[in-house]
């Protein structure tokens, strides 16, 4: 019978499978923050100790390829998310997905803009 395949194939229980999702939203939801966080020690940066513009030290800058190596690997976990995504769905339904697409064309963009950030050896 056709169920039968379903239910050799079936080895993990849906509490497991609930499990390891909320698992990777944790990451993923970390892996956003750690991008967004990036926007504060990039330069130029507005992060001070006070925020009088009298009294405002120089801001922190990180080494040079710091933020853009931090930036690489968080948009290495977001291409892996997506190459998942697109192969636990299939092609047909990826493609009827415009969540899937918008966030194809976002990560294309931070792609781009990575490579250019690298291109300019911290000339920016």
């Known amino acids: ?3 039968e395949g379903y239910l050799r194939f079936s080895n993990f ?3 497991e499978v609930t499990g390891e999702r909320q698992q990777s939203i ?3 939801g970390t892996i956003i923050a750690v991008v967004l966080l990036l926007a504060f020690v990039e330069r130029p940066s507005s992060l001070s100790i006070s925020s009088d513009p009298h009294h405002r030290s120089v801001p922190w800058e990180p080494p040079c390829g710091a933020t853009e190596c931090v930036e690489m690997l968080c948009l290495f ?3 892996l998310d997506l190459a998942v995504k697109s192969y636990l ?3 047909e339904e990826f493609r009827k997905t415009k969540w ?3 966030y194809t064309i976002v990560i ?8 250019l950030s690298v291109s300019m050896a911290c000339d920016e």
């Open 13 to 15: 229980s849906l509490a």
């Open 108 to 115: 294309s963009i931070s792609v781009i803009d990575w490579v």
């Open 26 to 28: 944790k990451i993923l």
């Open 77 to 79: 976990v977001f291409c």
């Open 1 to 3: 019978m056709h169920t």
């Open 100 to 102: 899937l697409i918008s």
């Open 89 to 91: 769905i299939g092609w």
